[in-house]
């Protein structure tokens, strides 16, 4: 690993101080509407500021069945009737196992410097069973094409594909045993490629694998339990531990994180208490259940209230909450909108989850009677409204609550936008929206670290168009376009300007800011008023 790479993930210095052991309140804040002087002009970003981009192992490799990969939930799942949009599956998706050297250099050509990526579990530990050979290999070749790239490997564990066999034998994350089943398959990882991966993080949005996986229904393995939900979230948690404390014990210097999802949750009506516990229970179900365990080594006394029926404290054994808190290196922070909550439904909500036929139901176990209200902000195709200041307190609020009292990096880990993306007669595609979209979170990220907050990379979600989970290929959020039928990449108009950003390690000034656009029922363009 050359020398710009390792200052880069550099962790010397870093306090690893042990968690305080007292979980914090909901405090709501308050949009910010006041222009900065990051809002306009060219935003220079601090020196070593790492710019990267991010896939997950699903969505991109393909060869779900070859070279010993097995099963993983998500193979599963995709075959349920009505769960996917189109039944659509990651058998092919984009043929990454097969391609990810042209994908490498195609990165390399763009000055990304930094790639997030995931690996299988289904395909490392087939059936959860022997570690197959064949599965260590296709990462030994990915991580020496990086770095003869001079691409910096950012590794994640776990992005939800547990091998199925785990889930239809063991009862997945529902069972205790798979947060030590999880540690294990961390240490092959790290025996195989831990001498040239210094990156290293454990799960990612652990929030999405348990509640929409085991409460929700929404995603595999396609549950609807609030009590297994429930217990799955503090066994992902566990697991987390568990893989930090092995690969501390292997490699004191490495960093070692998680990422996690957040969404600002302000009140509808800051005057109205209703709308206040509204929003603290879902800021409690989505942001709180991780990040004060992890972060802090305690759950949030409101929290375990909201869902003390459903069981969540049967699971929390002795020692647990220290094992859960075990000091980090790095927090991955993936956001994408923010939401006003209310206690009251609104008229006419903004629908972001995938139109299919399976019946599913509310992921939040303590949300009932909270509502998420439009706001009449723009909206990307998925109808997420577009809301950069949202990032920029975020970023605040980990700084002061959770990471900088412990030392702890902050790193944007996934940040996009799914838009209709209209191809040209020669395949290109002018995405003004979503490099737009791109262009006003980095200026908000640049308020943020101008604030203090200690944020250290950003990483576009995705790189390539890829397989959307419940929206199949309906969906694209990449830099770069894929034609799912010849596997054809074309970079986009805001795959070059990022490039463009990472090599000068700035945002350039706009000569003009395009309204975020959406779709009309007849496919048409028209822009979202914000009135």
Not at 149 to 177: C, F, K, M
Not at 403 to 432: C, K
Not at 456 to 481: C, I, P, Q, T
Request: hydrophobic residues 35%; proline residues 7%; glycine residues 10%.
């Amino acid at each position: 690993m050359t020398q710009e790479m390792t200052l880069n993930v550099k962790t010397t210095g870093t306090l690893r101080a042990p968690a305080p052991g007292i979980a914090l309140p909901y405090t709501p804040t308050a949009p910010r509407t006041t222009p900065t002087s990051n809002t306009a002009g060219t935003v220079p970003f601090p020196d070593g500021f790492l710019w990267g981009a991010a896939t997950a192992a699903y969505q991109v490799e393909g060869a779900a069945h070859e070279d010993g990969r097995e099963d993983s939930v998500w193979d599963v799942f995709a075959k349920v009737p009505g769960a996917v949009l189109g039944q659509e599956d990651g058998e092919v998706a984009c043929d990454q196992y097969h391609r990810y050297p042209a994908d490498v250099a195609l990165m390399k050509d763009l000055g990304i410097k930094a790639y997030r990526f995931s690996t299988s579990w289904a395909r490392v530990v087939p059936g959860g069973r022997e570690v197959n050979p064949a599965g260590l290999a296709y990462y030994d070749r990915l991580v020496d094409e990086l770095l003869g790239a001079n691409i910096l490997p950012w590794l994640t564990l776990y992005h939800w594909d547990l091998p199925q066999a785990i889930e239809a034998e063991s009862n997945g994350w529902v069972n205790r045993d798979t947060a030590y089943r999880f540690r294990d398959y961390a240490v092959t990882m790290h025996e195989a490629i831990g001498d040239r991966v210094d990156v290293w993080t454990t799960l990612n949005e652990p929030w999405c694998a348990a509640f929409l996986g085991y409460t929700g229904g929404q995603h595999a393995p396609g549950r609807q339990s609030r009590e297994d939900g429930l217990a799955a979230a503090h066994h992902l948690s566990l697991g987390h531990g568990l893989a930090v404390e092995a690969l501390r014990e292997r490699a004191p210097e490495a960093n070692l994180g998680i990422t996690l999802n957040f969404e600002v949750e302000d009140p509808l009506n800051p005057d109205d208490p209703a709308d206040v516990d509204a929003a603290r229970r879902l800021d409690g179900g989505f942001t709180r259940i991780f990040a004060d365990p992890i972060l802090r080594g305690a759950y949030p006394e409101d929290v375990l209230e909201d869902v003390r029926e459903y069981g969540l404290e049967r699971h929390i054994k002795e020692g647990d909450l220290e094992i859960i808190s075990t000091p980090i290196d790095s927090l991955g922070v993936n956001y994408y909108h923010g939401n006003a909550v209310s206690a009251k439904p609104a008229e006419r909500p903004l629908e972001g989850g995938a139109p299919v036929t399976r019946p599913s139901s509310s992921p939040f176990p303590g949300g009932d009677g909270a509502y998420t209200h439009p706001r009449g902000l723009p909206v990307t195709d998925q109808n997420w409204e577009v809301q950069p200041e949202g990032l920029t307190r975020l970023l605040l609020r980990l700084q002061q609550d959770y990471t900088g009292p412990r030392g702890i990096a902050l790193y944007v880990t996934e940040n996009g936008s799914a838009y209709e993306d209209v191809a040209g007669p020669d395949g290109s595609v002018d995405d003004q929206d979503r490099l737009e979209f791109i262009d006003v979170h980095l200026r908000a990220v640049k308020d943020a670290i101008d604030e203090g907050a200690d944020v250290r990379g950003y990483f576009g979600w995705s790189l390539l168009d890829n397989y959307e989970w419940a929206w199949g290929y309906g969906k694209r959020f990449g830099l770069v376009r894929v034609d799912f039928e010849t596997q054809e990449r074309t970079v986009k108009a805001s795959g070059r300007w990022y490039g463009q950003v990472a090599r000068a390690n700035a945002v350039p000034e706009r000569s003009a800011t395009p309204m975020p656009h959406t779709s009309d029922d007849n496919g048409g363009d028209k822009a979202v008023s914000k009135a």
